[in-house]
């Protein structure tokens, strides 16, 4: 019976569950606390090493709209315009709302205004007859400083049989379209059509005016004829600035130097 | 020939050009040509005709068509050309500017704006090629280029000649920026565990290796002058930047800083060197001589700074790549250290390159990175003055360690696809990518400045 008094004392006595279960919540609370702790610190630390992915301002997220600074040529720019695309809408068409049929335009007659009797012309009067006095006999003979005559005006042969003679005093434009072309060509590519501000009208036109040295560099740069537009005169004029050189004038050009009228003609905002 | 005109002037006029002489000097010193042109949209291709060579000896043919598909695919690749496919081609092969009817050319199919023509002859062990560039819409003044070649009978020099021939008619035609026909990519091939040094041409031939160090190397940057190749080599001390002479094949003494030293880069004058070194652990850029000498520490940003290229435009200035935020990112500051600039704005971006005319950087960025992220590393250029960047690459792997052409006009870049790494090239549009090596480990590119 002894054991079963024991056994009615431990039955008896309360449960001692509040104390370790205060305990153990306690421990928990230091445990994570700890560990945000470690966390916290170690960021302080070690933070900033490779592997985080922070954000910071400082750069622009825009495509680039043209490559034309490379020194490529552009067959076919690149458009920004939302609406160009090729791709048919899957919204079905609006069914087209039916109009009266407009009346034929002799429904109703117009009368026509008669236009009035136009007086019977009279004969003039015989003019009186007028006596001309003749040309004066020209006897000085025309001479004096012409203008240059557009063709070559010397010719030279060519010790060497295989190539074409050489000729001097001609049109650049005709002997070295060649040459034309690789002026064109540079400038366009360094032209840059987002510089321009896009409020100005299609088909304004700059003229810049500039020379090219024996050794191809661009020099003495300036405006010929502005557009009502001064970021398309200046983006012109900054496309001749960014050539460093054309290449070498063409050997059979004996000039120092060359002038070129270079025109930039706005197409519009793309 | 023209008959030459001549006339004899009577004594008063003869006074009155004496009295003229001085007004007509003042004229002649203004009398430059006037030419009128002009834009207002992009600038199309130049239409190309690159005819077959006329062989004029019997041991030529072998030497003609290794000529002829060099001069061809130089042209072709060089960016500024739409060339006239041999199929549309006139089939003949004129040698000479006497034999050459230019109507023929300009005509449909060809529509040829210029053509390229001449002759090629192997005789007594030597190589001789005749070539011409003809203006095909200008029959009155044609000729643009007239250039004679003499060199012993190889396919090497019949290879060397098209790529002389090829620079000259891009030089010409293509404004003055000289061709990358006789330019060399430098890299680094990892083979039997070792990584050396290797060359090849720019269209990938002539692969073959340059160092024998039997070690791991990485980096290399050939100098402007094309004498030496600097790069990182791992040796008992660690990482340090050694020297190889192009001119005595053999490596060459460098007074390389002490600590791991890293990504060598040169400015074009060829007198400066930028490196990363980390003697305290943590790396940071330097510049040094040449000879490296005159050692300077121009970052001092905690975390990592590595892979320092120059403005070859100005050498003032270096971008370079930074983990001082965290991730890696592109950076420029002045070669002082001064001024320094966030390019990138988030994500990946390493390898920064910067363009011969100073207007560009090309980098690798993986712009979405993360555990889990979409899109992979890919080639970008930024346009400096407005941070403005374009996607160069997409979709193809894993792209990196992109180096530019001295003309600008091509990228060349590592590509990892599935299997090891390779070499690629692209113009610098993204378009016409092209491999230049075909097995083994290839990678880090470096193109030579000329």
Redesign the interface.
């Known amino acids: 019976m002894a054991g079963f008094s024991s056994h009615d004392e431990i039955l008896d006595q309360p449960d001692g569950i509040g104390s370790p279960f205060a305990k153990s919540t306690v421990m928990h609370v230091l445990v994570f606390a700890a560990l945000i702790g470690y966390g916290y610190v170690h960021n302080l630390l070690h933070g900033?090493?490779?592997?985080?992915?922070?954000?910071?301002?400082?750069?622009?997220?825009?495509?680039?709209?043209s490559?034309?600074?490379?020194?490529?040529?552009?067959?076919h720019?690149p458009t920004d315009n939302v609406l160009a695309t090729e791709t048919p809408s899957v919204a079905p068409a609006l069914e087209e709302q039916k109009q009266e049929p407009l009346p034929l335009p002799d429904a109703v007659p117009i009368p026509e205004k008669q236009p009035p009797p136009k007086p019977e012309a009279k004969p003039l009067p015989k003019a009186p007859p007028q006596h001309q006095p003749p040309p004066k006999p020209q006897n000085k003979a025309n001479y004096g400083?012409a203008a240059p005559a557009n063709v070559p005006r010397?010719?030279a042969?060519n010790s060497a049989a295989?190539?074409?003679?050489a000729?001097t005093g001609?049109?650049?434009?005709?002997?070295?379209?060649?040459y034309?072309?690789?002026?064109?060509?540079?400038?366009?590519?360094d032209?840059y059509l987002q510089e321009v501000d896009p409020s100005t009208p299609a088909g304004a036109?700059v003229?810049i005016q500039f020379?090219v040295g024996r050794d191809?560099s661009p020099g003495s740069i300036s405006l010929a004829t502005p557009s009502s537009s001064p970021s398309l005169n200046s983006s012109c004029m900054h496309a001749v600035q960014r050539?460093?050189?054309?290449?070498?004038l063409?050997s059979?050009?004996n000039?120092?130097?060359?002038?070129?009228?270079?025109?930039?003609?706005?197409?519009g905002a793309r | 020939m023209r008959p030459r005109k001549r006339t004899s002037l009577p004594h008063s006029r003869v006074l009155f050009l004496i009295f003229l002489l001085p007004a007509l000097g003042c004229w002649k010193a203004s009398a430059q040509d006037w030419v009128r042109t002009g834009t207002n949209l992009g600038a199309a291709r130049i239409r190309l005709a690159a005819a077959d060579f006329n062989p004029s000896s019997p041991d030529a043919p072998a030497l003609k068509t290794t000529f002829d598909n060099t001069l061809y695919n130089d042209l072709n690749s060089a960016g500024i050309f739409d060339m006239v496919s041999k199929s549309m081609a006139p089939p003949v092969m004129p040698a000479s500017p006497q034999q050459i009817n230019l109507a023929q050319w300009a005509a449909a199919p060809a529509n040829a704006a210029f053509v390229a023509f001449g002759s090629i002859a192997a005789t007594g062990g030597r190589l001789a090629v005749y070539g011409w560039l003809f203006d095909a819409k200008n029959p009155d003044s044609p000729q643009i280029l007239g250039k004679q070649y003499n060199e012993a009978a190889s396919q090497d020099n019949a290879r060397l000649i098209a790529h002389r021939f090829a620079d000259e008619i891009i030089t010409r035609l293509g404004g003055g920026i000289p061709g990358i026909a006789e330019t060399h990519v430098y890299y680094i091939a990892a083979r039997g565990g070792n990584k050396e040094v290797w060359q090849m041409d720019y269209d990938g031939q002539g692969q073959h290796p340059l160092t024998h160090l039997g070690t791991i190397s990485l980096s290399p940057r050939a100098s402007p002058d094309n004498d030496r190749i600097a790069f990182a080599s791992l040796g008992r001390q660690g990482w340090s930047i050694r020297m190889y002479s192009l001119v005595l094949g053999r490596v060459v003494s460098f007074a390389s800083v002490v600590g791991n030293t890293l990504s060598p880069a040169w400015s074009s004058d060829g007198a400066k060197l930028a490196f990363s070194a980390s003697r305290s652990g943590d790396p940071e850029i330097y510049t040094s001589d040449a000879n490296g000498a005159n050692v300077k520490q121009v970052t001092t940003f905690r975390g990592p700074d590595v892979s320092p290229t120059w403005n070859p435009k100005t050498n003032s200035q270096i971008a370079w790549c930074s983990g001082r935020t965290g991730l890696p990112q592109i950076y420029i500051m002045s070669s002082d250290g001064t001024g320094v600039q966030r390019m990138t704005d988030g994500g990946y971006a390493t390898s920064p390159s910067w363009s011969p005319n100073g207007q560009f950087l090309a980098f690798a960025w993986n712009r979405k990175y993360g555990p889990g992220a979409p899109g992979g590393q890919d080639i970008y250029i930024m346009d400096i003055a407005s941070k403005r960047w374009t996607q160069l690459t997409h979709d193809a792997g894993r792209q990196d360690f992109p180096s530019w052409s001295p003309d600008g006009r091509h990228i060349v870049f590592q590509r990892e696809n599935g299997g090891g790494a390779e070499i690629w090239t692209m113009l610098s549009d993204g378009t016409e990518q092209h491999r230049l090596t075909q097995s083994g480990g290839n990678s880090m590119p470096n193109w030579s400045w000329k």
Do not use: M
């Not at chain 1, 295989?162 to 003679?165: A, F, G, K, Q, R």
């Not at chain 1, 060359?258 to 197409?267: E, F, G, I, K, S």
């Open positions: 900033s090493e490779w592997g985080s992915n922070s954000f910071q301002q400082g750069a622009i997220q825009a495509t680039l709209v490559t034309a600074a490379l020194p490529l040529p552009q067959d720019p400083e010397s010719t042969s295989n190539s074409p003679i000729q001609g049109d650049f434009g005709s002997r070295f379209g060649w034309v072309d690789v002026i064109k060509r540079k400038v366009a590519q032209w036109t003229f020379t191809g050539v460093d050189t054309f290449g070498p063409p059979g050009y000039e120092s130097s060359l002038n070129v009228l270079y025109h930039c003609t706005y197409p």
